[in-house]
Every structure is written in structure tokens, then in C-alpha cells.
């Protein structure tokens, strides 16, 4: 832009200066072989545009010569942990504030971390939920119409199961379970004898059978932060989940494809665990709301042993995924290896 203003008042300049020179010529009759001199502002815009050569110059030559080296992307804290574990494999490092690691068969606690802590607990309230369910007796096959109840005004959670869908009391438990769908397990509880407050007194008195002290349940979803447990608790709740084929069947399926007003709908497990095949699971629950943070609870098979994991309150989208993996190493790397019989 600078360079255009310098030409066009270059250009205006010389005009003058030549109409000027044309008409001392004219009078004095000058030798028309006389060169005219330049004037100072041509002067300083052939400067100008020297310089300007000199910089395009230099730029094509520095774009057709090697590229610089982009700078290694700085790691994740995922990625820092792993190299944390790898260089000390006797230790474990987690980014969930309460996990409980426990052995399936004898109670007996493998790793623990603020095991008693009571926290939110988010959707792994769903087991409880199923489990009610299924203490019933209630049919599986039975028809339940999807109504204004049941959608969420709490948190604004979205949902595929619009009001008067119609599915089967045994598809809300496989979408609750597997996809964590609340607007599912609210009808599982609204359609529940007695409604959604019976659901609840059920649940709450299930929790105390199990011996569940720090547990209490406001509603069959999670979205309640009022939903709170403790890790010790709640692998009570996986181990007693754990005995009813449906639920084992249910929460570790990777996906499924539900029939809803003529149109299919797919869903996957909310576990990327599952869905990744290279753990032996079990039972699997995830839950998800602020309050609560990350959480994920299994029942699966590590270096040869059945385990329940719990982990709790968890920052960061794969953290949770993240911790399993580190104890699951942690596990290998430290198991005892019985001879062959």
C-alpha cells in the first residue's frame, strides 16, 4: 500500500516535471538528446522497490529450502503417567481421588485409595436400578410408553426415546446398562409399582440388605448428585449386580440396535473398555456428571485374577480409562507366578 502511494505521487510529480520540461524545451530549444533528471521522490521509491525485490527474493528462498522442524506436541497427562508407570513399574499413579481394587473371590483389598470417601456416584447408580428391577420379578417383556416424566429437567441430558415411544422393560434395562440412557432407567423406575418414590425406598432398602452404610439414592438415574456411596460400597453393589445373568449380559454388551416407533436405533457401551475387547469383563458401569466426575466400576479377570475395580471422581475424559489400564499393568508387572503344577 505504501509503495502504491509512493508511485501514484511519483507518477503525478513526474507528470508535472515533464510538462514543465516540455515547455523549456519549447522556448530555449533545447537539444532534445538531454536526459532529464530524476526526481527526489522517484529516487527514494526505486529505493523502495529494490528493497522490496531483495525481500521477495529471500522469502521464495526460504520457502523452497528445508522446512523448520514443528516442534514435538507437549504430552498429555495421560501420556505423563504412562511414563511415570513405565519407569517405575512397582508403583501405580492414578488421577481418580477414590479407587478400591479388591479381590472378587476373598474381599480381600488390592489397592486402595480413599476407599471410604462417600461421593457422588453419577450413573453407576444404574446397577442399583437393575438390580431392583430384577428383585421384582418385573416382566421383561412388558411394554412401557416412554411420557414427559421421564425426561430429564435436572441436568437437560438428551435422549433418542422420545415421549410415547414404546419399548420393552427389558430394553430399558440393556439401554441403561450398556448406554447409560437416563431417560431408560427413569422409566424403569416410574413404571416400577408404586412409582418413582417406591423405586427409590427400594433402592435405599436394598442398599442397607447389602450392608451398604454409606450409600443413599434420590433417583434411579445418577443425575442426582444426592446419589452418593463410598468405593468400599460400591463393590458390594458390583459383587451383588454381578449374580444376575441379565445385568453381566446387559452392561458388558458393546452394542446393540433397539427397534423404537419403526426406526432403529443404535447405541454402544459408554465403556471404551468393552467396546475395545482386550479386557475380560464382567460387569462394567460408567458414570458422568460434574459433581461426580469420571467414575467406572468393573468386575474382570487381571493377570489371572477376578477382580472388582472402583474408581471414583476421576478429571479428564480418558483418565478413567487411563487409571484401569495403569493398575491393570501395575497387576502384571507385580502379580505372583505360581509354578505349573
Not at 479388591?102 to 436400578?129: C, H, W
Not at 458390594?236 to 419403526?262: C, M, N
Amino acid at each position: 500500500m505504501l509503495l502504491r502511494i509512493f508511485l501514484s505521487y511519483t507518477v503525478e510529480s513526474a507528470e508535472k516535471d515533464n510538462k514543465n520540461t516540455d515547455m523549456q524545451h519549447t522556448a530555449d530549444s533545447v537539444n532534445p538528446a538531454t536526459e532529464r533528471r530524476l526526481h527526489h521522490l522517484e529516487k527514494i521509491v526505486a529505493v523502495f522497490a529494490l528493497c522490496a525485490v531483495f525481500a521477495l527474493t529471500a522469502g521464495f528462498a526460504q520457502a523452497g529450502g528445508p522446512k523448520a522442524k514443528k516442534k514435538p506436541a507437549a504430552q498429555t497427562d495421560e501420556q505423563m503417567l504412562d511414563q511415570m508407570q513405565r519407569a517405575h513399574p512397582d508403583k501405580v499413579f492414578l488421577r481418580s481421588n477414590a479407587v478400591l481394587v479388591q479381590d472378587a473371590a476373598s474381599g480381600l483389598t488390592v489397592l486402595e485409595k480413599n476407599g471410604d470417601s462417600v461421593v457422588p456416584i453419577a450413573s453407576i447408580t444404574k446397577l442399583m436400578t437393575a438390580r431392583v428391577v430384577r428383585d421384582r420379578g418385573l416382566d421383561l417383556e412388558q411394554r412401557v410408553v416412554i411420557s414427559e416424566d421421564d425426561l430429564d429437567t435436572l441436568k437437560g441430558t438428551r435422549s433418542r426415546l422420545r415421549p410415547g415411544s414404546v419399548v420393552t422393560r427389558g430394553e430399558l434395562m440393556l439401554l441403561a446398562l450398556m448406554a447409560s440412557e437416563n431417560r431408560a432407567a427413569h422409566a424403569l423406575g416410574r413404571a416400577y409399582p408404586g412409582g418413582i418414590q417406591a423405586f427409590v425406598d427400594a433402592m435405599n432398602a436394598k442398599a442397607q440388605l447389602l450392608g451398604m452404610n454409606d450409600s443413599r439414592f434420590a433417583d434411579p438415574t445418577g443425575l442426582s448428585s444426592a446419589n452418593v456411596s463410598s468405593p468400599r460400597d460400591l463393590a458390594k453393589l458390583v459383587l451383588a449386580a454381578h449374580e444376575y445373568p441379565a445385568i453381566r449380559d446387559f452392561s458388558t454388551r458393546d452394542a446393540a440396535t433397539v427397534t423404537v416407533q419403526g426406526q432403529e436405533l443404535a447405541y454402544q457401551n459408554t465403556n471404551g473398555l468393552v467396546r475395545a475387547g482386550t479386557w475380560s469383563i464382567g460387569l462394567s458401569k460408567t458414570g458422568f456428571i460434574n459433581e461426580a466426575g469420571r467414575c467406572l466400576v468393573m468386575r474382570a479377570r487381571v493377570a489371572g485374577r477376578d477382580l472388582v475395580l472402583v474408581l471414583m471422581d476421576s478429571w479428564g475424559k480418558q483418565s478413567r480409562i487411563g487409571d484401569a489400564n495403569r493398575i491393570r499393568k501395575w497387576l502384571e508387572a507385580n502379580s505372583v507366578r505360581r509354578p505349573a503344577s
